[in-house]
């Protein structure tokens, strides 16, 4: 097996070494991000809290949030 240290065969098997990509993650921070700043937002400006539009909004953002990243994710498997 020493022929594959050496010469084109190494060079190929040089490139051919690929690493595993991590699984795309759940956006928790983000979604625990978006609902602080909307139940912010509806408390400063309105005086009151709407816990469950808030936390529809944030469940939504963080949905498309983790979408975005299996897309990314996906297209750099493409390549």
Request: some cysteine; aromatic content about 8%.
């Amino acid at each position: 097996m020493r022929w594959l240290r050496r010469g084109r065969a190494a060079r190929a098997l040089r490139q051919l070494n690929v690493l595993a990509e991590p699984p795309a993650s759940v956006p928790i921070a983000e979604g625990v991000g978006i609902f602080v700043g909307i139940v912010a937002w509806d408390l400063l400006s309105a005086g009151e809290m709407e816990l469950l539009k808030a936390l529809l909004v944030s469940a939504g953002g963080a949905a498309v949030w983790y979408g975005a990243r299996c897309w990314q994710c996906s297209r750099r498997k493409d390549r």
